[in-house]
């Protein structure tokens, strides 16, 4: 029994990290019918931006912040303003096809230009582990844990408790009428993509120590948390959350009690079963079906 | 607009397949390697190592005189792309074919290469690759058939477990490796009470080790990539697991050691090639590797220098470039360090292809791969 | 006017079709086994343009059924069987599986079955490298055996090419006929408007299912093609990045036009070659070069085309309708 404990703990852990990289999915989905296929990329690159930040010479802290902002710049605004924009009223398909090329240049510019190698990243959680109850923990997993946790509060706090939010959600829900009532559509769209640049290059700070710098490690991520942002209901952020961590625990025992060999073949048959029959996710709100 | 992309298509294709002869000139040397998808790193380090050595014969004064000119074409880590590339680079009649990595890739191009009579020299470490019989083929590093029995014979011989776990990826190189440790325990009478396969670029390793533990075995083996290795030996600690750690090369790098931290400490492997060997011409090409590329290499930016010097102590062996006779020269050749210093250790290829070299029996002490046992060559 | 388009386009037609044959035959291998390539994976392109471009259900499982093609096929003809039986084993198994995977598209739409399909597709990786007993698991399937047709043997590059390029001309006559036939019209009716197609007594069910059968089928004659043009098979290349690549090409090609897959096909396949002179920046000049292309025109190549036609065609239109006024004009 101590040992499914363990499982559990480690599998919530995993889960946390594809809960903080899923948030973003469904904020870009919301707001702007974005199926974005290089979000894993999109946490992989700030971690090498902060890199070559420390390379320039600056200090860790320092390059946190360079990082976020050109995260910013380059995976919110840039992203928005070249991609998304031009594309977006062209349906889904197109901006979801330029979004998979968009993750195959990533790759392969921070292959060329920085490494092919897996390059260790210092943490800003203590890399040692403690001990609960008989339980080991690794400081790092918690970290990553408590600011997922804390991410999407803060989220959910500002879609549902401020003005900000209300126009959010607004303009995501029906930006038709949202304009009528005088949202500024346009620049709170901005803001959802401004948000998942922040959230991803945090994601990157803290996944980064455990997963390593490397040019390909988005591809792994990128897919569970895709995985994670369906299975939560691909339109809740508090739905990422549940899936990121529902994905990480059912790994873990499948791994356990299933297989190993098709340890990843449990939450995709939990993703059919879930889409076939509550298509809304698990904390989704079902969609009109447009004729 | 169709017709016209359709016949530039068409002409650009057929205006690439210009021959060349290989009677003067620079010696053309082909690479087809995992330069992205999958392999990537394996590839970039096997294309490191061999645009180093070829810039250091080249300096030199190039093999009998004349200059290396080496091609690099990406196989995407994928057969069906590894095919067309080698396909392409044998159309131009290199002088020799270097790569690729993977095995898959191997398999599905050596007829290739053995039909043109070109001679290819690759860095996959499956057992069966020698075994197909064919006559061009050669390896840079010890097939999993000739590096598993070490450490299969030091579970038993050193360490008397009698029950062990197995942890491998799930790839070629993993599940190689696996089909022949795991024959080979059975051969000792050794029991394999777990057998885990797990996934490249897994992160979480906690089912894997309580599943370990629940085994509780005499001895761990572990045949993962270096970055899964740390990860596990992490996890490994963690959870409390005593049992001896061994593995091969991938388990005791330094890379391993630098991601894993004192959590690596006490692992234990057979390594065929390494940077941290006590040998001075290794340290030396480690030191010219850094200094040009910025980071330590792994055993495949070994492998990829010692390719391109096969191709020069043989060609020097031979007194002229003739690709037909390359490959009957290399079988049975014995290389010594002392003559070809490229070659950074003394070696010798069988019938086969396959190679005789020292090896070593490694332990991380301290956070630092130290050697506790040489493993003399055998011939 | 238009009789002289018509003319011009057959005329250009038979030019590329003779281009196809002749200019080929004095290819070195490397660019004859392009060529397959580019051959093999337009049948497959094919396929889901059906699914998706004509019938508008998303795939992202038709690299899967490129891969239960390609097993099949091997499977069989390193037993023994010959190509041809092999590819219509490759292609009922594909046809079957394809059918069931339409199930949830009756239930879902859209991007969810999209999910669906990509589940599907990672599933079957796994199925491919774990049952070795029938795959040969990770260390794959090698010396697949290339056919003898009518007799001719095809193991040399030249004769393969022209079995790639025969089966790709089949396939455009079949796929030609089925999107002229009732049932393209049923197809395209349920991308249009599912529910109109219904109320006016279309089976949507049945044509759904039919949709995924069809393109599913096409994926796996690609696949039966895929095994003995490289001779070795593991389940690495149908992993989901063959389905996306797959889908990528449909749409850069242009989806829902006939000649959309032939032009995705060649982006993928053969624009990494010609960018491969750049060395370590191919496949970023590649994206670069697609996203830029999205961008330009997100209804892919074909979309220009079609939008250039249709402004030249209101031009003349309006200049036809000016003669006709000012005539009129002189006329009175």
Redesign the interface.
Known sequence: MASLLDLLVAGLATGAIYALVAVGFTLLWQTSQTINFAQGEFVMLPAFLMLAAMHAGAPFWLAIVIGILLSMILLGLAFKMLLVDPMLRHGVLPLAIATMALAIGMKEAVKQFFSAEASPFPSIVPTNDISVFGHVISLQSLGVFVVAILAVMGLTALLNRTSLGHQMQAAAQNPTVARIIGVPVERMILLTFLINAVLVALASLLITPIYLAKFSSGEVLGQAAFIAAIVGGFNQVRGAIAGGLLIGVLDNLSAAYVSTQYRAAVPLIFLIVIILFRPQGLLGRSEERTV | ???T???G??????S??AAFAQSSGPIKLADVAE??G?G??V???WKNGIDLAVEEINAKGGILGRKIEVT???SQ????VA??QV??A??DEPYVLLGPGYS?SV??TA?LAADAGITQIMGGE?AELTQMGDKFLFRTSFGQQSSMPKVAKYINDELKARSVAVVWV???FG??GRDVIVKEFGRLGITVVAD????A????F???V??I??ASPDAVFIYLN??ESA?IL?EIK???VTAPLIGETTLVGQ?VI??A?GAANGARGHVGLTTDAPVDLIKQFRDKFVKKYN?VPDHNGIKGYLAVYMVKATTDKMGKVDPKAFADTLHGLTIKATEEPGMLMDVTFDEHGDIDRQGFLVEVVDGKQVVTQVLPKLH | MSANGRYLRIAAGLVVIAALIAIPANFNRYGLFILSQWAVMTIAAMGLNLTLGYAGQVSLAQGAFVGVGAYASAILTTHGWPLPAALGVSILTSFIIGWLLGYPALRVQHHYLAFVTLAFSTLAFLVFRNESWLTGGIYGISNIPRPHIFGFATNKPLPFYYLCLGSLAIVSLAVWWLIRSPWGRAFMSLRENPLRAQSLGVDTRRYTLMAFAIGSALGGVAGGLYAPLTQYIDPVPFNLSLSLDLLMMVIVGGSGFFFGPFLGAMIAVLLPEWLRFTQGYYLMLYAIAVIVLLIWSPTGILGILDRFLANRRTKTASALRAVAKSRLETVQ
Do not use: C, W
């Open positions: 607009m169709r017709p992309i359709l016949a298509a068409l002409f650009a294709i057929g690439l397949s330069l992205s999958g990537a790193t590839g970039t380090n690099h074409a990406d880590s994928n057969p069906g095919r067309a396909q392409k044998l159309d898959g398999k599905v007829p499956a799930n790839n070629d599940r190689g885990q396969s797990t996934e670029g897994q992160s979480d906690a089912a894997d309580s599943k533990k629940a270096e970055e990860r992490k963690r959870q409390g890379k630098e991601l931290g980071y």
